[in-house]
């Protein structure tokens, strides 16, 4: 059993964009620069946000975060987006979800430039990530990808079950491993909380990923020997013997299932590191992109 550790590929990403951002410098070029939105106090979304500020300076990157209370309207946030999108400075930036309930979601995220939707959740970009043109893929996904790659874990002919079907990664990651090329070329199996029987099928999956948010669900029996399994969950559960009062679980019980993958990936350390370091390679593609276009 071989571990896919994302930390340790996360850091790697982030010294090769660190090198590639100092050249820039070298150039005289504009070196990148990602900004943030953020909606209310959400204590999980000011932590990923801060961890993205972090990552920007970590490899070079400007940043900006924008702060906005949770009594912010729908009209209010749209005007904020299109200010950034008219922004010359700004190559890429995200809307932090979840947003509060007096804005609709869909609405605000078909209002990001695709151009700088480093996410990758505009409906243009997801349409070209399906049709296997270049694009902004979602920053999980993307990871997820890297990580099969750069551990030469084998997917042609293989059989891939996805379980969950979010646009953010269960639906992008079916249409993903089933596309042409490495990582790929893999028959996809899409289950979700209507699939029946999930257990005969996840036991005949070469390579399963899991992204519920349900902890410890993937169980060894459902398993087979020599699997690939990827997990995306992340759960706090309630700990009362650790100092933050909580531990963070994935959906694959992991002391069991591990005895039986050829590959796995830990939680934390694994997929959830992997995230920000696509988001950075998002952003340095969309610098790319608008210097080719200016």
Do not use: W
């Not at 972090?54 to 904020?80: D, H, I």
């Not at 078909?110 to 243009?124: L, N, Q, R, W």
């Not at 490495?182 to 990923?209: E, M, R, W």
């Not at 963070?248 to 939680?267: N, R």
């Amino acid at each position: 059993m071989q571990i896919l550790d994302g930390k340790k590929t996360a850091d790697d990403i982030k010294n090769e964009i660190t090198a590639e951002v100092n050249i820039m410098k070298q150039n005289g070029e504009k070196v990148p620069h990602l900004a943030a939105i953020i909606v209310g106090n959400d204590g999980a979304s000011l932590t990923y946000v801060g961890s993205k500020v972090k990552a920007c300076q970590r490899v070079g990157f400007e940043s900006t975060l924008v702060k906005m209370p949770s009594t912010t309207s729908e009209t209010e946030l749209l005007k904020k987006i299109k200010q950034l999108n008219q922004d010359d400075n700004i190559d890429g930036f995200i809307v932090q979800l979840p947003l509060p309930e007096q804005i609709d979601t869909q609405k605000v995220l078909m209002a990001i430039d695709p151009s700088k939707d480093v996410d990758g959740f505009h409906p243009e970009n997801f349409g070209r990530m399906a049709l296997d043109m270049t694009t902004f893929i979602p920053a999980t996904p993307f990871g997820i990808l890297e990580l099969l790659e750069r551990y030469n874990v084998e997917t042609q002919g293989k059989h891939t079950v996805v379980i969950g079907r979010s646009h953010i990664v269960g639906r992008p990651m079916s249409i993903l491993m089933g596309r042409k090329g490495f990582p790929g070329n893999s028959t996809v199996t899409l289950t979700h909380s209507y699939t029946k029987n999930i257990a005969q099928i996840t036991t005949q999956a070469d390579i399963i990923i899991t992204a519920l948010g349900v902890p410890n669900y993937l169980k060894a029996e459902m398993v087979k020997d020599g699997a690939v399994v990827i997990d995306v969950g992340i759960t706090r559960v309630a700990d009362d013997t650790t100092e933050k009062g909580y531990r963070i679980t994935g959906d694959v019980d992991f002391e069991f299932v591990s005895k039986k993958a050829s590959f796995i990936t830990p939680v934390p350390g694994g997929v959830g590191p992997m995230t920000i370091a696509m988001l950075l390679k998002n952003t340095l593609l969309a610098r790319e992109q608008r210097k080719d276009r200016n």
